[in-house]
């Protein structure tokens, strides 16, 4: 394995050829995922005219995070991760290529749509455990943080890349006409998508399987018998997963932060057409000026907070994170409310408060960092390799399962109390939150103190390794 030395930030990471590989492909499946699910939405919603229809879309890719997540992540302690990887890819992209076929014998016949936008989200439940799991296989210790940062920045990117390309893609391609059939602009988009899944699984087999599945044994043709016996014996390792995570005090407090994360975000993705219309009185098209803030403050977090996190550490990075997102969701409405009295004379909306909460929006992005990578770099160093792709399903799945209620409740505190008060009540959350944290830690102070020094070695190893290097 090519690795960089610690500490050398993102570069020395990329140079790292096979984690190269891995990470272009996490790129462009992460971005045509997106790009595949808001084509649906749009397709759905054309042929239809039903919100109940659209959402009903929406279940269909976000459904199999709760169902197959956690099995998922059995199945991927027990199969080679790489070949998980590329034909994960393959199967997503003929399933995309299958779309084409449905759109192009009857352009309104959408439940078959909906089995094989499932069966796609199925499949990339695989794809997920086994690309993180893998990470840890292809850097050094000492490079997890900023591999994993680096994974952070580029899914949030990918994913906002990925609405705008289908948004742009659906709107400028042509329709016409080939051997008497209609290829419109969607039938287009999906076939890209399809050759560009294919690219990916390209990608994957160029890294080496002795690079993946480090530390991890199989032999030539027992990879049927061992998926027979994991699907057998499933439901058993996924509870010894999860009674590995409830009994490992740090782990534990680490997937909850992370589900938390996790949640917060999509919570945030509902709220933000109501945050633009009705709190900041601008057209919904000024959505993406809005929380462009806020995505640069993701980016720019994920580039800081390594650094930030190796001198705070963990408790008190998550802490800050918790503060900075509680003062910015209580700031925000505060601001709105002050526009009217601050706006100036003749202008049509208040640059002096737009620019305030424009500020407040980055720097929520920077907290959610702070809450992010810290609590996903723990659950990484905290899992052995043999548990790492159930572990890592099931937070995918607990923050999954704990999404669809908050979203249909704090949709529903919305529209009955306004978006103002629903801000205010996740300020409320973020303190709770924080407290809650800060309890557990307290609680568990041993077993989570012993973590912390472990990872203050392993710091001190760093600078030593560093120091060493700079004088030779």
């Known amino acids: 394995m090519a690795a960089a030395n610690p500490g050398g930030g993102f570069l020395p990471v990329l140079r790292n050829r096979n984690f190269l590989y891995l990470w272009l492909a996490q790129i462009i499946s992460q971005m045509i995922f997106n790009a595949a699910n808001y084509a649906f939405l749009v397709l759905i919603n054309k042929v239809s005219q039903s919100t109940t229809l659209v959402g009903l879309a929406i279940i269909s890719f976000v459904l199999p995070a709760v169902l197959f997540g956690a099995p998922a992540g059995v199945v991927v302690d027990h199969v080679s991760r790489r070949r998980i990887l590329w034909g994960s890819n393959c199967l997503r992209g003929i399933a995309t290529l299958l779309m084409i076929v449905v759109l192009i014998v009857d352009h309104t016949s959408i439940v078959p749509l909906y089995i094989l936008t499932f069966i796609i989200s199925t499949i990339g439940q695989f794809f997920a455990p086994a690309e993180s799991s893998s990470i840890p296989q292809l850097v050094r210790k000492s490079e997890l943080m900023p591999a994993l940062s680096l994974f952070n920045i580029t899914m949030q990117i990918s994913q906002a890349i990925g609405y705008v390309v289908a948004s742009i893609v659906l709107t400028l391609l042509p329709e016409f006409h080939l051997f008497n059939l209609t290829i419109d602009a969607f039938v287009q988009l999906y076939f890209l998508i399809g050759i560009l899944y294919l690219l990916c699984a390209g990608l994957i087999l160029l890294i080496p399987q002795n690079q993946v599945d480090r530390k991890y044994t199989t032999q030539s043709g027992q990879i049927t018998t ?63 000026l809005v929380f462009a ?180």
């Open 226 to 288: 061992q998926t027979l016996g994991a699907v057998g014996s499933i439901w058993h390792e996924m509870y010894q997963g999860w009674q590995f995570v409830r009994t490992n005090k740090p782990l534990f407090l680490a997937v909850i932060q992370l589900s938390y994360a996790g949640v917060l975000l999509f919570v945030v993705i509902e709220l933000a057409t109501k945050i633009t219309t009705n709190l900041l009185h601008l057209p919904e098209n000024a959505l993406v």
């Open 293 to 472: 803030p806020a995505a640069l403050g993701v980016v720019v977090g994920s580039l800081l907070t390594p650094g930030i996190f190796r001198k705070l550490g963990h408790s008190r990075t998550i802490t800050t994170g918790t503060i900075i997102l509680t003062i910015a969701c209580a700031l925000v409405p505060l601001s709105a409310w002050l526009s009217p009295y601050l706006k100036p004379a003749g202008w049509s909306f208040n640059p002096l408060v737009f620019s305030l909460i424009a500020l407040l929006l980055l720097a929520a992005g920077f907290g959610l960092d702070f809450l992010n990578i810290p609590s996903q770099t723990a659950m990484q160093e905290l899992t052995p390799n043999r548990l790492k792709g159930r572990v890592i399903s099931l937070q995918l799945v607990l923050y999954s399962a704990c999404t669809v209620p908050v979203i249909l409740f704090m949709g529903g505190f919305a529209d009955a109390f306004g978006i103002e008060n629903v801000l205010y009540l996740l300020a409320v959350c973020h303190i709770l939150f924080g407290a809650w944290s800060l309890y557990y830690e307290k609680k568990h102070a041993a077993a989570i103190q012993a973590y912390h020094q472990r990872q203050g070695m392993e710091q001190e190893k760093q600078v030593i390794t560093l120091e060493q290097k700079r004088i030779h």
